[in-house]
């Protein structure tokens, strides 16, 4: 398995790019089985996700195509061969349960492999299920799989509460909503900037969608729904990863291609603790000149609260602050896999239950530590940018699901960076 190699070396300074959001990518991309015309994706991001969701379309009978170095995809899904999500493919990838709506909305029936994913709490698929449910689909779970059909042959429309907020549920809802037959409404449905991105996507082939961004999302459905090219929303996770490159190591980054309003309220923690964030007409600046930040309290929450997303990786960042931080994580339990890593690099945390105490520290030390998830995985890259002498991070397969050439991008803002190929 590969290893990271980071010697820290102070402030760093640059710019990086700002790819596709890996999340909104992997909600567009089940949409081509919505057509049977063309879908093409660009600014999609060249990620192991995105080729496990490539290789689960494929196996469903959809043609992808990945033009320009991976950079645009061409979807077309005139006909689906198999209805079947095999285990295999869905047991990589927790999302792989975006195909299960829209394969059943435009064919009445879908069978599909409970998913896998990230080690980050039990992450159950029910109120997918529900909401399916609530539009008349007949669902049976057997072997690991759910089996699902819509009598005769086509999905209601319905009114759905969830009773919490869940982006991908709200997501195979609204894509499965868009060909059933009468109006549906989302409510308690997910804001995130992927549902938008969504939602646009499917407006631009034929689908009737009101009060995407809202906690109500009304849908009326379509026959049938036709082709489009649609160019997929920044990576605000990517984007709020980066902006810590500064916080963290000191120096000045300019992220191309985002934009604040996408990382809102971690932007606000940044700032809060001491951190300077502007908007440029390029992306977003980040800068950070002498001294330590300041300890900040964190609680998640679903958009446009603080993303779990980044939680991982502003605790690198306290890690290092003067004072004492409390971070409270509401959307996952056991994500805080991270935080027995940052103690092997001298960081000061205690964790009971769903909060975790962050002391900060003069400096952090280089150390062997290995990645337990995608965004803790870069959690350890931030403290290695940051700390003294080396660190090895073991296990960065998690970093490739998530991450498109991170080494490359830090290292254009002078980090010393290298990718150890295992033996
Ligand atoms: C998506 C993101 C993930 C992010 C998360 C929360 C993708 C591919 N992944 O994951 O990176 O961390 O949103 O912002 O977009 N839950 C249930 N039952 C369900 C569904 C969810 O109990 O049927 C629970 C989950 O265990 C979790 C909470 O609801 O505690 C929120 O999860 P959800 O928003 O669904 O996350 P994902 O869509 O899986």
Redesign the pocket.
């Known amino acids: 398995m590969d290893s990271i190699v980071v010697k820290g070396n102070g402030a760093l300074s640059g710019a990086i790019p700002i790819a596709g959001a890996k ?1 909104a990518c ?2 567009l991309m089940p949409a081509t089985l919505l057509s049977d015309e063309p879908l093409t994706l660009t600014n999609a991001p060249r990620l192991s996700d995105i080729a496990t969701m490539t290789q689960l379309l494929q196996s469903l009978g959809a043609e992808v195509a990945s033009l320009q170095d991976g950079l645009v995809l061409a979807m077309s899904s005139h006909t689906i061969t198999s209805h079947t999500a095999d285990y295999d493919i869905v047991r990589k990838m ?2 792989s349960i975006l195909v299960l709506g829209p394969m059943l909305a435009r064919d009445g029936h879908a069978i599909v492999s409970l998913p896998g994913g990230c080690a980050i ?8 299920l529900k909401a399916l449910e609530a539009m008349g689909a007949d669902l049976d779970l057997r072997d690991g799989y759910v089996h699902a059909k819509a009598p005769g042959g086509r999905l209601k429309g319905a009114v759905f509460e969830f009773p ?6 709200t997501e195979n809802a609204l894509m499965a909503a868009t060909l059933a037959k009468g109006t549906t409404v989302l409510k308690t449905a ?1 804001r ?1 900037p ?1 549902i938008v991105d969504l939602a646009r996507c499917l407006r631009k082939m034929g689908a009737r969608i009101e009060g995407e961004g809202t906690s109500t999302i009304a849908i009326e459905g379509v026959d049938r729904l036709h082709g489009a090219t649609h160019q997929v929303v920044a990576d605000r996770i990517e984007l709020g990863t980066y902006m810590l490159v500064p916080a963290i190591c000191g120096g000045d980054i300019e992220c191309l291609g985002g934009t604040i309003d996408l990382v809102g309220a971690f932007a606000e923690r940044l700032d809060a603790a001491g951190v300077s964030v502007t908007q440029t007409n390029r992306g977003v600046k980040v800068s950070r000149k002498n001294g330590r930040v300041r300890a900040v309290d964190v609680t998640t929450a ?1 958009y446009p609260g603080f ?3 980044l939680q991982a990786q502003m605790m690198a960042l306290l890690c290092t602050a003067e004072g004492t931080s409390v971070l409270e994580e509401k ?2 339990e056991n994500r805080f896999m991270h935080a027995p890593e940052l103690i092997r690099m001298g960081a000061r945390i205690e964790v009971h239950g769903g909060h975790a105490t962050v002391t900060g520290v003069p400096k952090l030390k280089g150390a062997r530590v290995m990645a337990t998830d995608l965004r803790a995985s870069v959690s350890l890259i931030l403290a290695a940018l940051a700390a003294e002498g080396e660190t090895v991070v073991s296990r960065v397969y998690h970093l490739d699901r998530g991450y498109e050439r991170v080494e490359e991008k830090l290292r254009a803002c002078g980090a010393l960076i290298e990718r150890v190929k295992a033996a």
Not at 121 to 126: C, E, H, L, S
Not at 164 to 169: D, K, P, Q
């Open positions: 999340n992997l909600t927790r999302a709490g039990a992450r159950p698929v029910d109120l997918h919490f907020v869940s982006v991908g549920a997910a995130e992927e679903p993303p779990t997303d959307i996952f």
